[in-house]
């Protein structure tokens, strides 16, 4: 159950304070139970404590997007790829909110620069697809 879980994630933490592992699992696990507050205050914790940790700015930019506040969510992906350039889902994520913003230009870069480090990465492919489709009209 997810009481359980919880019960589980706090007695890690008891174990390992501050584990941004642990943390990150119970943020999902308190989102998952519509405890939003409380997972967006874990999260601004684990990100006051650890600013570049990859996992925790991925959530709240995705946060952020989700409840439509864009300018939040793209400087989180901005800190999120400057922390790891590599960083996949942030790459594709990141192009998606540019191109749904009007910056195509901006986004083609960022799903090509997903399909340079993984050239199968589908969600990177079709994305870039329907910008240059959509580039086309």
Known sequence: SASGA???????LRTAPGDPETLMNEYSVLSSLG???????LLQGLLA?????????LAAARENALAGRLPEAMAFYKKLLTA???DLEGLNDYGVLLARSGEYARAEILFRRAL???PGLESARANLARLVSLKGK
Do not use: C, F, Q, T
């Open 49 to 57: 404590a650890r600013p570049g940790h990859g996992p925790a700015l």
């Open 35 to 41: 405890r939003k507050a409380e997972a967006g205050e």
């Open 6 to 12: 919880l019960e589980a994630l706090d007695e890690a």
């Open 84 to 86: 790891n350039p590599y």
């Open 116 to 118: 340079k480090i993984s």
